[in-house]
């Protein structure tokens, strides 16, 4: 956990001046989450995610969880806070699941 994201590594450095940097990090991300958004439409419409549940919303929450779980774990150098967030958003992801 010595690394972190290097895409969050650059938005973090991101600075007034660097507007150009900011929109290539924000179409990056957009592509990850829309990717992700993706896959959760298809999960919904195959009756596997509950009818309120939001793909775009969720594929947002996927990646903050995991941009934040990548810079704690840097931080303190530890998976431990990795595995966790990992586990808990999976947990709330289950919370999503279509009740058969």
């Known amino acids: ?19 150009l940097v900011r929109q290539d990090l924000s179409l990056i991300f957009e592509v990850v989450k829309n990717k992700l958004a993706a896959f959760f439409v298809r999960e919904k419409a195959k009756g596997r995610l509950a009818k309120q549940a939001d793909p775009e919303r969720i594929a947002d929450f996927c990646i903050a969880s995991m941009q934040g779980a990548t810079l704690m774990g840097k931080v303190k150098r530890s998976s431990q806070t990795v595995e966790a967030t990992v586990q808990e958003a999976l947990a709330h992801l289950k919370s999503y699941s279509a009740k058969n």
Do not use: H, I, S, Y
């Open 1 to 19: 956990m010595t690394r972190g994201c290097p895409f969050g590594t650059l938005g973090n450095e991101v600075t007034d001046n660097d507007e």
